[in-house]
């Protein structure tokens, strides 16, 4: 007999980095490391990989959210070349990593939720 798994958002389990399945298990072992199984449902996690998709979205939101701002900043400020430095190094080190984890384990289940139904168990 076939266990029952509910048809859950892939954007809800993604962002909260659970097993894109159950919703329940832990999607990562250490900070961005997919997990070999899900330990709820044991999930076969191996062949779930998100490449460098998250990092290249991540890209393009820090260029669309930190230049304008950095721009902002010195035509009204005009802060010396350090200072943006000083500044705009820690926020866009500190974005990428409280949003690399989230979006790599949203591209996870993304992946899973679009993947044929015999590659799924």
């Keep these: 007999m076939d ?3 509910p048809n859950i958002s892939p954007i809800r389990t993604g962002l909260a980095c659970k097993c894109p399945r159950c919703g ?3 999607l990562f072992q250490g900070y961005l490391t997919v997990r070999e199984r899900c330990d709820v449902c044991g999930l076969d996690l191996r062949g779930h990989d998100a490449g460098d998709g998250p990092a290249v ?3 393009f939101i820090l260029g669309f959210l930190v230049v304008p701002m950095a721009l902002w900043v010195e035509m009204r400020y005009m802060p010396p070349l350090w200072l943006h430095a000083l ?3 820690p926020v ?3 974005v990428t990593l409280v949003l690399l ?3 790599k ?3 996870v289940a993304l992946q899973y939720r679009h993947r044929s139904t015999s ?3």
């Design 119 to 121: 590659q799924q168990d």
């Design 57 to 59: 979205f991540l890209i």
């Design 87 to 89: 500044l705009w190094g």
């Design 101 to 103: 984890r989230p979006l």
């Design 92 to 94: 866009i080190v500190g």
């Design 105 to 107: 384990g949203l591209m």
């Design 24 to 26: 329940g298990g832990k």
């Design 3 to 5: 266990d029952y798994y």
